[in-house]
T-cell receptor
Framework: GDSVTQKQGQVTLSEDDFLFINCTYS??????LLWYVQYLGQGPQLLLK?????NKGISRGFEATYDKGTTSFHLQKASVQESDSAVYFC???????????FGTGTTVSVSP | NSKVIQTPRYLVKGQGQKAKMRCIPE?????VFWYQQNKNNEFKFLIN????????QIDMTEKRFSAECPSNSPCSLEIQSSEAGDSALYLC?????????FGPGTRLTVL
């Protein structure tokens, strides 16, 4: 079945550092890949969507890309701020009923 | 920003008690999902609806969990007899084509 792997559990950065988070996926269909951000005490917020059609998404300074050859997708931001401290999840839109298949999350901590 | 509304935000129950939570999806989103997020940030899909009809549900929800999405009323998820292992954040999401928009969640604590 479909699956997503997100290996980076924790990333610690300073302001203005570069952020890069990687996920790998497995699916038998054309993938639609989503990135969510979850701040403390809130539900996940949709950050970006990437499909085979657009290959790349950009929002709020974040950029998402995917690589079909390595079945991986990435989230990056050139210069993080303290307010970017949150948990970031990658997710694959599942087949059939389209329930999301989430990675295990990357906790990003940015110090001023 | 998501317009999915979930109530209550926090719910505390004793073991064996009923726990009920509600969700109002975004207007115009016909598909509603319920997920359980545990303290390790793992998401578990529970059930989803399209226009009041169940599309999919996992085995867990067929036993102690029940859910409905009546027309012109909030969707609800109810646990008939809460167990300690049910303590989690319960998230409701509504969907356009692919993107799912989440509410803030109901944090259930079972003592």
């Amino acid at each position: 079945g479909d699956s997503v792997t997100q290996k980076q559990g924790q990333v610690t950065l300073s302001e203005d550092d570069f952020l890069f988070i990687n996920c790998t996926y497995s699916t038998t269909t054309y993938p639609t890949l989503l990135w969510y951000v979850q701040y403390l005490g809130q539900g996940p917020q949709l950050l970006l969507k990437v499909t085979t059609a657009n290959n790349k998404g950009i929002s709020r300074g974040f950029e998402a890309t995917y690589d079909k050859g390595t079945t991986s997708f990435h989230l990056q931001k050139a210069s993080v701020q303290e307010s970017d401290s949150a948990v970031y999840f990658c997710a694959l839109v599942g087949q059939g009923g389209r329930a999301l298949i989430f990675g295990t999350g990357t906790t990003v901590s940015v110090s001023p | 920003n998501s317009k999915v509304i979930q109530t209550p935000r926090y719910l505390v129950k004793g073991q064996g008690q009923k726990a009920k939570m509600r969700c109002i999806p975004e207007k115009g989103h016909p598909v509603v999902f319920w997920y359980q997020q545990n303290k390790n940030n793992e998401f578990k899909f529970l059930i989803n609806f399209q226009n009041q009809e169940v599309l999919q549900q996992i085995d867990m929800t067929e036993k102690r969990f029940s859910a409905e999405c009546p027309s012109n009323s909030p969707c609800s998820l109810e646990i008939q007899s809460s167990e300690a292992g049910d303590s989690a954040l319960y998230l409701c999401a509504s969907r356009t084509e692919y993107e799912q928009y989440f509410g803030p969640g109901t944090r259930l604590t079972v003592l």
